[in-house]
């Protein structure tokens, strides 16, 4: 049977009919110890098919009788806050905003629970980092305000900092160093520049990016920075503990959405910045890096990813103690050694292949990229003691196995290493390079370990995280 095109008996009700007492009598019953009708009313709110103006009537009847709201009536203020609001009525929006502000402000009790469930209802797409000037604002505000809410909910900050810096990071990859570096006034800094003009006189420096999307992320990261320092520091005293926390919550999202990020330049930086409040956190971290590299059920491409953040954090943290910087340089080297020991072992023939040696190249790239820049501390102190060091990683092995790294790693890592090892005479890696390139051997770039030869001047899709930081805002 149809009726203006509708099937009656097929179609379900229409749901407006309500069941109990108002709340004020349903409650005055509860405390009575009648709970009938209190449990009527909670399997009702958790009806998934409730109607907006059923919501908004019960709301207002909360309201009127928020007071009666204490910690005797947990279960029923949790089932309010699971009813799906957001999407709704922009009524039904309003009245339970108000409803909520009622509740917190006579029942403190339940403020962080609110909090929780209104933060759990943020997406990426209330997040927009991309929009016109005005959103940018509400964005650096939304940020602030986001991380605040995290002060006093700690539980959630994990997922907060998930959120923001998934973020931060497509903004991060959308532009790359060349295009900041190229809109901001031109340098003639290469790869290996000491970042001289960090220690510029700041008041020289504009604190506006001239790129549209630089800006953007560097209102962010100031943010973000200012609030990882004032988490941690109570008084102007680091305070251990908080920031224990926030470093196992930003490496959990480190892991997850940093490290498998290729070719970010800045987002990373918290993490380095965070790192340089304390020697044992630089030290975890490095740790972390070393155990992930090590880990064989780890993908290849994160391993590597792994040794190029172990190289750049080593090659240019300038707060990690020299000593440090040799202990890490010994692990790297001594497993390197030992992978070279596996191929001589295994009987195979032993090809140029990054597809099966990524982790093996990369590592040695980041041995080679980290003392281009620390080897005037290891050998400033004794250079006699600094060489004898030197000579004791074996470097004229691993250059003259037949992987042959030099091969692989970028050009001018090899050149700068191949330059500074000859000043003193620790290895002469020219032979290598010259046959290299007289022979022009083809580097085996596939993922299948086929037959798909390209010269590629960057088979190991290389970048080093730790590049100088572009941004102007925070630089402390």
Known sequence: MEMDGLDFLNTPPVKTVRFGGSVTETLAKYKKGDLSDYELLKHQLADLEIKDAQIINWLQEFRSCVTQLNKDHEQLIYTILRIPWVGRSQAVVEEYMAFLSNLVSAQTVYLCPCLKMVVSHFTPSMFPLLGPQPYRKQTECY???????????????????????????????????????????????????????????????????????AERLDTLMAVLMAYIKDVCHVDGSLHVESTKEVYRDLLSVFDKLILTTHASCHVQYVLFYLCSFRLALTEAFLDHLWKFLQNMSQPAVLRQAAAGYLGSFLARAKFIPVLTVQACLDLLVSWIHHYIDNQDSSGKQV????????????????????????????LENNLKTGLAYLQRLNLERIVMCQLNPLKVCLPSVTNMFAAITRKYQVVFCYTVIERNNRNGLPVLRSSAGGDNMTANTNPLDSFFPFDPYLLKRYTD
């Open 351 to 378: 090809c140029c292949d990054v597809s099966l040696h990524g982790p093996f190249y990369t590592t040695c790239q980041a041995v080679f990229y980290t003392l281009i820049f620390r080897h005037r501390a290891i």
């Open 143 to 213: 940020v602030h305000n986001l991380l605040r809410v995290t002060v006093y909910i700690p539980s959630i900050r994990r997922d907060v900092l998930e959120l923001i810096i998934g973020r931060m990071l497509k903004l991060d990859v959308s532009v790359s160093r060349s295009d900041i570096e190229e809109a901001e006034e031109p340098t003639e800094e290469g790869l290996f520049a000491m970042d001289e003009e960090v220690s510029a006189d700041p008041s020289c420096r504009t604190t506006v990016m001239a790129h549209p999307v």
